[in-house]
């Protein structure tokens, strides 16, 4: 049984995330928990200048709020289809959002978080500085990042860039094997090359690990040569049918270009095809 954690505003961004995620499960065993982390000041109460007392965060915040989410809740039976293998739980909270996150990974044993996230055209402004970025870089859990036009149909193809630096363990790869096997997809591993340089002994041998984990899969490893990786990664999507792409946390260094481009106008994929950053467990 997979713990899916889905972080919600309510906005119809994170229905989309909320929607896919549960689509993306369709076939598995899982426990959904809705979560509204309310940010509270220490000082907010009642229209009093006193600190706010539980009862008063529980009426202002915390029962509005789960309302609200028995509306999503409401929503999910009507426009998702009944699945006897899913249960949904609701999660209210009034915290930091990262450590709220955090506590709950822990408690609820989360194996995955599913957060929608803006389009190109506010991505520098949207995920950088948003929830979606924060958790990513900051909350040791894989996260799928959904973003707000992505529509699960199947996946066929899924990107995985690599510089052939296998700086983690390889079994951080289990998840992404089993979507491939999940969905009977294939696995496209992209190297991008800024300078034509050969691979070195290293990599050799990396990039050799790689192909033999996913030895049972359809796999293929493609390379490019581009200064700018962005622009590599953008011309390797456009050029196939790739329906997720996959990246590992410890090489968010390297590959922030791909999510935090400043000029993200230049940028087009992020609409449609999530993403997933794995995690390695503590």
């Not at 906005?11 to 689509?23: C, G, L, Q, R, T």
């Not at 055209?121 to 929830?131: F, H, Q, R, T």
């Not at 991008?192 to 691979?199: A, C, F, R, S």
Request: aromatic share 10%.
């Amino acid at each position: 049984m997979k713990n899916i954690l889905l972080p919600t505003d309510f906005s119809e961004n994170a229905w989309n995330a909320i929607k896919y995620a549960i689509n993306f499960f369709a076939y598995e065993t899982c426990q959904f928990y809705l979560l509204h982390v309310n940010r509270v000041s220490s000082n907010i109460t009642d229209g009093s200048p006193y600190i706010a007392t539980t009862e008063v965060l529980e009426r202002l915040y915390l029962k509005p709020t789960k309302q609200q989410l028995r509306m999503v809740l409401k929503r999910i039976s009507t426009e998702c289809a009944h699945n006897n293998n899913h249960k949904f739980y609701v999660l209210t909270d009034y915290n930091f959002f990262i450590e709220s996150i955090r506590q709950h990974v822990e408690e609820k044993k989360i194996d995955l978080i599913v957060m929608g996230t803006k389009g190109a055209e506010g991505l520098n402004a949207m995920i950088v500085g948003s929830n979606t970025g924060d958790v990513i870089k900051k909350v040791k859990c894989n996260t799928l990042a959904v973003p707000e036009k992505a529509t699960l149909t199947d996946i066929r193809e899924v990107a995985f860039p690599s510089d052939f630096s296998l700086n983690y363990n390889i079994q951080i790869l289990q998840p992404l094997l089993d979507i491939l096997e999940n969905y009977k997809a294939s696995l496209r591993i992209l190297h991008i090359n800024k300078n034509q340089t050969d691979l070195n002994t290293e990599q050799l041998k990396n990039r050799e690990l790689l192909e033999d984990y996913f030895i049972n899969t359809e796999s293929s490893i493609h390379y490019l040569t581009n200064k700018r990786l962005e622009d590599a990664v953008q011309c390797f999507i456009d050029s196939r049918n790739i329906n997720l792409m996959c990246m590992v946390a410890k090489n968010l260094n390297y590959f922030q270009q791909i999510l935090f481009h400043s000029k993200v106008e230049e940028i087009s994929y992020h609409t449609q095809i999530p993403f997933l950053v794995l995690h390695e467990k503590n």
